[in-house]
């Protein structure tokens, strides 16, 4: 039987009573066969009155509540020391129990004395070591601490199962640890009623990374993917990247890096840094080579629209993965046909658009488009395409008074094409009659490109009769255009004679004869003469130089004629007027015929077929460019009407330009060593 330490307080009661009473004692009096999970509770009864009932009750040191034990003893008169057994409790435990009693028909008396009683059992660990993660080069201490009864404990750790030579004490101190440290560390507890082991503490040792394998330079085609990577022998979860490109900083933070669809700005030096919470490790420098391609221009995916003054033009370029640039330009002097030139479109597939405007309609442009990058550029075929036709234009003029009889009209019209391409030439129809909302259409006169007037003449009208009248026009494509409905009245019928003449020009012919060119229109047949001479009076009195009398018919619509005159003064003042017959006397009309000064011309004598010059376009528009083309290269000096000289200059042999802005009626003399060439020049207004 083992025998433990009474721990517990003894109470000697004495009871005084008067004779009639009985003095008795119930008290417990010691713990005995102590084990793992049980004791017995001796109880000692003194003077113990028959039929009294004693039980006991327990709870562990500190519990509030009181266990009643099963097994309640009577005892007769008497003194006796009865044994509890108290069992199913739990080893290394202190427990505390009490005696207590009860007479018959009375209330239970629960005892004072209270004695406590620890039980055996193999150590428990009220201390566990904890798991631990440090950097290494760092000192590590586990601690595990187990209490028992018996309380002498001996103890022995373990790493990774295996035992630990000297590790006997409560705490494992570990210095300067390293990767080999690493493990699971336990401990065992031991005593005389067993041995227990704590829960596993598990040593991590951080170590930095060490790079093995390193990133390998790439030479790829522009959108080719390439991706760099590294290995390392070493270094502790988690590791974290930063690969970075030379002169950029941070591209990436995977354990790889990839590159998809390569550009040429991808080319350079990369390498990657490899860190966790010890250190790091930077890898070498793996360079990327980028092959660079030229743009291309899809010529397929070109769409032109055009509109009057130019139009849209869009394409589809590839910079394939370069920076690039595009413009489109005219392939005949190399300008730029839009205002922006130069467009970006980056480094992949796009559509670029371009905006021409300032020219023409049915004008004809030539283009090219060029693309460029850093490997080099490309450019298109020469191609073309047309502004928009646009319908012609035109404006109707009134009948001048010359233009009217009693039995006709000449109409006249304005046109012009809008434009130089075959489909822009024009044709022009009169629509006449004396009733404006159903005018008559007249023939079709074909007119061409440009512009100009268009005439057309009605005869054997009524007298006094007002007729209407417009112009309609249109080119090769079918576009009209209607001008503005105008109205003419025809003269009254009359008997009288009357004639109109207009003096057009007057030029040098050669030796002492010049020539006179003039418009005439007439109701009835004339006779006509022209006078010349020095004196200006004279020649208003009809004396001087005649020329041979012609006989003009009848001429209701304006007729141009051409007189010679001869001889003429050289190298003076030469005047010239026309006069004409009616009713037996010579008239000269003083409006609107006017007189000519031959004066500045400076006339001498030539042979014509020895300077041979042309002088084109002739009639020319104010402020075109005339262009002189001459056999013989001299001095060119061009008069106006007056004799006034305007203009002196070289000439050269073959072409030359000239520019008069002011219209009129001029003279063009050139004189070289092989004589004098006089040619007539009119201006007309724009």
Do not use: H
Not at 305 to 325: F, H, K, L, R
């Amino acid at each position: 039987m083992k025998k433990m330490t009474i721990v517990g307080i003894f109470t000697i009661i004495l009871f005084i009573t008067n004779v009639n009473a009985q003095t008795f004692s119930v008290t417990p009096d010691t713990s005995d066969n102590v084990s793992a999970n049980s004791f017995d509770g001796i109880v000692a009864v003194v003077n113990a009155d028959s039929g009294l009932k004693v039980f006991c009750d327990y709870r562990i040191v500190g519990a509030a509540i009181w266990t009643s034990l099963s097994g309640l003893q009577t005892v007769a008169a008497g003194n006796y020391s009865l044994t509890f057994p108290f069992t199913g409790l739990t080893a290394n435990k202190t427990y505390e129990w009490r005696s207590n009693y009860k007479k018959i028909g009375q209330s239970p008396v629960f005892g004072s004395v209270v004695l406590t009683v620890t039980l055996l059992g193999p150590p428990t660990f009220t201390t566990q070591p904890s798991n631990q993660t440090v950097n290494s080069g760092a000192d590590v201490t586990f601690t595990a601490i187990a209490n028992g009864n018996p309380s002498l404990i001996s103890y022995q750790w373990y790493k990774n199962s295996a035992v630990i030579s000297g590790a006997i004490n409560s705490v494992l101190s570990l210095t300067g640890v390293t990767s080999s440290d690493a493990g699971s560390y336990q401990c065992k507890a031991s005593n005389s009623e067993g041995t227990v082991s704590s829960s596993v503490a598990v040593l991590t040792v951080k170590v930095a990374p060490v790079i093995s394998s390193q990133p390998q330079s790439a030479s790829v085609n522009p959108g080719s993917n390439v991706t760099f990577s590294v290995t390392t022998s070493s270094g502790t979860a988690p590791l974290s990247y930063q690969w970075k490109k030379v002169g950029v900083g941070l591209v990436g933070t995977a354990s790889s890096f990839t590159i998809n669809s390569v550009v040429s700005s991808d080319a350079g030096d990369y390498y990657v840094i490899v860190s966790n919470s010890v250190g790091s490790d930077t890898s070498n420098t793996a360079t990327l080579s980028v092959a660079a391609l030229v743009p291309t221009i899809n010529t397929t995916s070109i769409v032109v629209t055009p509109n009057t003054s130019g139009g849209s033009i869009s394409a589809q370029v590839n910079g394939n993965y370069s920076e690039t640039t595009v413009r489109l330009f005219s392939a005949l002097s190399g300008f730029p046909l839009d205002s922006s030139n130069w467009v970006n479109i980056g480094s992949g597939l796009s559509t670029v658009n371009f905006s021409v405007s300032g020219f023409e309609p049915c004008e004809a442009i030539d283009y090219k488009i060029e693309a460029q990058n850093d490997a080099g550029s490309v450019v298109t075929g020469l191609m073309t395409f047309n502004t928009s036709l646009v319908a012609p234009t035109g404006i109707n003029q009134n009948v001048a008074l010359t233009d009217i009889t009693s039995s006709s009209l000449v109409m006249t019209g304005y046109w012009e094409s809008n434009g130089s391409c075959g489909s822009a030439s024009t044709s022009g129809q009169l629509l006449f009659g004396k009733n404006q909302s159903s005018l008559v259409p007249e023939a079709w006169q074909n007119m061409g490109v440009g512009n100009g007037t268009i005439t057309a003449s009605k005869s054997g009208l009524s007298s006094s009769t007002t007729y209407y009248y417009q112009w309609k026009f249109k080119n090769q494509s079918g576009m009209t255009t209607l001008t503005n409905v105008l109205s003419a009245t025809t003269s009254e019928g009359s008997t009288t004679p009357s004639a109109t003449l207009i003096i057009m020009g007057v030029s040098y012919v050669g030796g002492t004869t010049a020539k006179v060119e003039f418009k005439l229109q007439s109701n009835v047949g004339i006779q006509l003469k022209a006078v010349n001479e020095i004196d200006s009076l004279q020649v208003a009195q009809g004396i001087g130089n005649e020329s041979a009398i012609t006989t003009y018919g009848s001429t209701p619509v304006a007729q141009n004629y051409v007189v010679n005159i001869s001889p003429i003064t050289l190298k003076v003042k030469n005047y010239v007027a026309l006069f004409y017959m009616l009713d037996g006397t010579w008239t000269w009309l003083q409006t609107p015929v006017k007189v000519f000064d031959l004066t500045s011309v400076d006339v001498e004598e030539t042979s014509a077929s020895e300077i041979l010059m042309k002088v084109y376009p002739n009639p020319a528009r104010s402020g075109d460019a005339v262009t002189l083309e001459s056999s013989t290269k001299g001095i060119l000096k061009i008069f106006n009407i007056t004799g006034q000289e305007i203009l002196e200059q070289e000439i050269a042999v073959g072409i030359n330009q000239l520019q008069l802005n002011i219209s009129d009626i001029y003279f063009c003399k050139l004189s070289s060593s092989k004589g004098i060439r006089i040619v007539k020049l009119a201006i007309q207004d724009n």
